[in-house]
């Protein structure tokens, strides 16, 4: 089996160039392993809603449900849904900027971010095969 490798960050991008990046962005998903005792729900998926408004109950409800729809996502468990602090970070082995969630108080206060809606939970879907069998993370970026 391979071995995933570590992102390295080489550089988090400013609030302005934050901004930027987001032009047009409708949304993305970043899909990551989930830790191996979550055998029912193998993949942890963050959808970052490119909007800092906070969303009814019926809207989040809402947008889980065509996400889980639209990529074949199912089984989700631990839903978290709120305004989170969003920050990026550009690899040289990378081709898009990686979103960065920041939950640790320092990461927040040291790494440049944008507050974004958030949707986190564990899930599992057979279109996101890489990231269970090889261990794998990715982006996808969804422009308006």
Known sequence: MPVAKVINTDKYLEVAEIEKNLENVNYIILATPAPKHFKDTPIQFTIFLNTHENLSQDIKDAVLDKFLDEEEIFNPKEVMSQIMPVGFGLSTKQDTLMPLLLVKPE???????KPMHVIDFLADSEKFNEVKDNDLTGWSYTYN
């Open 107 to 113: 990461d927040m206060k040291s790494i440049p971010n």
